[in-house]
């Protein structure tokens, strides 16, 4: 009975997948319906509880840090940072590739949501490519990593994701000693910029196309920062320093008693909400438009998904799962198989509301019975994810591909995202990812 009912359960996880990808509709509708029909109906739980399985801390989180931020995309301050940003790297145009990189990085540090990202840089990225004869896969790549190796930081879009779901895994296996999620993205966030100047640097020096790269470029200055904009920046600053440096100062002043009381204390998502009121008193962004920014469609995945994986460790399906990978895949080969096994579901499915979701509750049983470290598998697995991204059937491939002017570069780009950027970034991945599996 309970293997069946895991096996129906993990087919319930594909399908839902599966319809969301072929009908366009938000996966996490099918994965409520299913989290419905399987845990009331065969498992005879109660509708409440299945209500209970909503994932409020994650949502919460998600919902404060986005209506922050989206006040500086809001009143321009994002747009304006990156011209800027890309306007100071004027003098050394060969490194392109890498301004282009560190500019996505800082916004999505900054708070920008990974989609806002590329919205952002995508047209420009194109437009610098064809000016500095650069190779348009290599900006593609460039911004893509960026925007993704930036999200992962503690505080950022991604990174707060990911931590919400490093916590509830753990909630899902109580007898186990829980990991501290804020240094485990911070060593994600690291390993990643990492694995993304690696992987760039191979397009930039693979491809004959980049071997005048610069030449004859023109840069804009960008217009001077508006009040609005500046005071934006402030704030954005101030609310970083207010989450990092109490938890940070945590991590070796641990057995100070202040320092580690004011470091539990502190929540991003409270935090964000306070400085988001600030910014709406402050009237820096209309309160209409930063609410109608909140990726919605993306807390719907989430928090659906959770629900579904709830039911999946509820009915045990989670811990079969991580006996039997144990048991049948080589020690050294998890790390690998984690990576592999995450890009292919990345390549048709969300990399937080469904991927993450479904592989992070296998984890912190499955460390402990094979003496793996959780975070370098949880790292793995993110950057696994992260590294088909680039697939044209994403949404950062297909926001790449809306940028491009006109209709033949459109469809070179297409075939050249789908069968070489997503090979050699999933072939470059797996490798660093078996190799810090080994180091950590």
Known sequence: MGATLSIVIIAAIALAVFLGY???INTGFFCIIFAYAIGCFWMGLKPKEIIAFWPTNTMFVILAVSLFYNVAAANGTL????????????????????????????????GAAYFTVLAFLAPITLMICEEAKMDKLTGAVAINCGALAGGNFPTAALGVVFRGLMDTAYESAPDL??????????TMFALAIVSSLIIITVFRFGF???????????????????????????????????????P???????????????????DVGLVAFIFAVIALLMKLAPQKEIIAKVP????????????????????????????????????????????????????????????CPALFPLIPALAVAT???????????????????????????SLILGSCTNEEQRNSLFNRLLFVAVPISVGICAVYNLIISMIL
């Open 248 to 266: 940070l100062l945590n991590l070796f002043l641990s057995d100070v008693k202040f320092i580690s009381t004011v470091a539990g204390k502190i």
């Open 177 to 186: 000693t829980a990991i501290d999620s804020f240094s485990s993205t911070l």
């Open 371 to 397: 003496g793996l470290n959780p975070a370098a598998l949880f790292t793995c697995t993110v950057l696994g994810a992260q590294s088909s991204a680039i697939s044209p059937f994403s949404s950062g491939g």
């Open 208 to 246: 004959k196309t980049n071997r005048n790269i610069g030449k004859g470029v023109q840069f804009t200055k960008p217009d001077s920062y508006t009040k609005q904009q500046k005071q934006t920046l402030a704030l954005i600053f101030i609310m970083m320093a207010v989450v990092l440096v109490f």
């Open 79 to 110: 747009e304006k940072l990156s011209r800027s940003l890309l306007y100071a790297c004027r003098k050394f145009p060969g490194l392109l590739p890498y301004a282009l990189f560190f500019v996505a990085v800082i916004l999505s540090v900054m």
């Open 22 to 24: 072929k009908t366009k």
């Open 296 to 355: 919605w469609n993306t807390i719907l995945m989430i928090a659906g998904a959770g629900m579904l994986i709830a039911v999946a460790v509820k009915a045990g399906t989670i811990e079969m799962l991580s006996a039997w990978i144990g048991s049948n895949v080589p020690t050294f080969l998890i790390p690998l198989a984690f990576s592999i096994v995450a890009a292919i579901m990345s390549f048709f499915s969300s990399t937080t509301g469904v991927v």
